[in-house]
């Protein structure tokens, strides 16, 4: 390990090295919360060489710790006051054991908030706080909490010195509590009788009366029931009549309803990244937890809209996609001249949202231009400049699958708090203009937030929660999987810092046009797509005319288009309409009317942590019946020892579908279409590992032997044609 000097906050029980690449993203979150700790508690520092060795593992009854050693160096006041310069005359040092849980049951976890000095370990404070909700309600914490107290309270101690342990343990658990409700103040808002806070006032009353959290907590009451009756008024209507409305009309401006390619560049990117930023601002980062999505949830009574933060977002990134494919495809007797020009200005809204660091709004427009119902219209694409299509490329590329998205993770982490984006190109004219811009930022001094593209962080908290479990086979809480998914959770929060720093303001009239917008879900499009470019060409020609767009239209990269709904089980609310009569591979697309799909994509790269010699995590969606154009992805465990049948039955029951594996197929999804598993063969062995991404397809066989007669026909169809 590396050998720095540092200062942390004093702590006799844990001591954790984190490896991920959120780590500076771990401590910045850790800042924020050790603000509030400071009101409650006081925490001494010490100066420690930052060797921290492993040493050994203990057990006891309910929990397992990872035992570190540390050495330590204690200042004396006399050094503090030294000014000749001697600080080494009075140093001492000291090898300290800090235990680390590592797995255990909810009493055990609640204790360690609590050093065995009475202290605050305010990073595992952070985490535990973040992310119990996977593994207990707000409800039975609080029910720790205060047993902890109340057994700290009377317990009977002989000795002095251990009595004041006590008191310092007490105090400490009341601070935990404080910071609770300061940080996480949600937690406590259960309409309509707030029960948790019921009882924390109860509590406070008869057993700290000197407090002042009795009276926090009527007052959190009080505030919540407030805002649910405003709420409830919010939700009244009231009628005016016909007079009111034409006066209303004549007292205010009339606006007259703009027109896509009358909409300034700047100032629809600037729109996007306001609407961008203020739902990233109100994402909740423990909604983002795997579980949160996963069926788990449910079986814990957590159903419902519990992520309604994150779904605004994904809803939103849907809705701008979809408008960019509409505003494309909704004129079928424009001329290609004219419809490359739209094009165009969708790739121009995308360099001006890149220079705004939105890269959820940026993401969402080239998903957009690469859906396979504007992708394939050739002649669109080839009228367009080279300069164009250069800078199309370049910012499709940040959001490249290599190496698991490595080129946008590195761009985020490198201009997450930066002033202002490092934009560079390989296009001389480009990059002439890109240097005139930042010029300009630099005299002007511009400052720009940080939007990110949510599917990112999305896809790692998945991943993590599939690929580590959530217990021991004791039953124990696995609390360091909680801690990778934390370092996850830091760096949302520190984005959501970044997001702050815009100063942008809505602008009524553009999203007058943009609600505006009719949209088409994917069969629609596909229909509009083909009146507009009809499917004669075949897929030579579409091959021959990409080398020249310097992309490939005629091979999709399915993980570019993949939903991610994040595990919900509403399937019939994700739609996608097949594409039979394409040359190239169908990919999934989503509806107009859903507001839960989403597409953010998956990644897996063969190297990640996910993927080794015995076993691999993969995105898995399952069709049959009346959901057979139903593209909602999970993912599972494969391990090198599953079947065929026990694939569709790890699948069958991530869907939570009474069925016999007899009666579905697997197939992998490929670049260039689907690859039947055989039955009965040893799935790990037998799918395709060249490609990025593993994905699978669990559908009825009713559904498949429906599809394999169609491509006869169409087959058929073929050669009767060329004759």
Known sequence: MDRRKSHLYKRSGKILKYTSPYKSSKKAFSAIIKKRLKKHCSLSVLSWDDVTRFWREEREEGAVYNVYLKKVTYHTLSDADNEQGREFSHLMWETQKMRVIKVGTLEKLVESLVTVKGELDSTYVNVFLATYRTFATPREVLDKLIERYKWLKVSGQETTERKELQEIQQRTVKSVISVWLDTYSEDFR??????????LEKFSTQYIPDSDLAMRARHKIERFHKEAVGK?????EFRFSLCDEVDHMMDTDYLKPLQFMDIPNQRLAEQLTW??????????PHHCLGAVWARRARRLGKGGNVAASVLATIDQFNRVSLRVSATILKNRDMKSSQRSRIVQKWIDIAQELRHLKNFSSLKAIISGLQAQAVYRLRRTWSSLPKESIALFQE??????????QIASRELLMKEATAKFPDVDSNNKSLRRRNLAK??????????QGTVPYLGTFLTDLTMIDTAIPDCTDDGLINFDKRR?????????KLLQSAAQIYSLYEDPQVWLWFDAVRVY???????????IEPMKDDSAKIKKKSSSLGHKPAKFDSSRFAMFACGLDDRSSVCSSSNLDSPVSPTPGMSHSSSTSSLLSYDSDPMSPFKSSDHCVVRVSFESGANAQTHVYKSIMLHNADHTNNVIDKVLEKYSVQGKHKDYCLLQVLPDGEMLI??????????NNSGSELSFIVRSREEQDARNHHRRRGRRRLKKLSL
């Open 275 to 284: 609407k961008d930023a203020e739902l990233f601002k109100r994402v909740v």
């Open 438 to 447: 930042r010029q300009s930022w630099i005299e002007n001094g511009i400052v």
């Open 190 to 199: 259960e309409e309509p009788d707030y029960p948790c806070l019921h009882t």
């Open 484 to 492: 990778k998914e934390f370092e996850v959770l830091a760096q949302i």
């Open 678 to 687: 055989p039955d009965k063969v040893n799935v790990f062995y037998a799918m």
């Open 521 to 531: 879900d994917e069969s629609e499009s596909h229909d509009l797509s083909c009146a």
């Open 232 to 236: 409830s008024d919010a939700g009244i």
């Open 395 to 404: 910012l499709a590329d940040i959001f490249s699958n290599e190496n698991n």
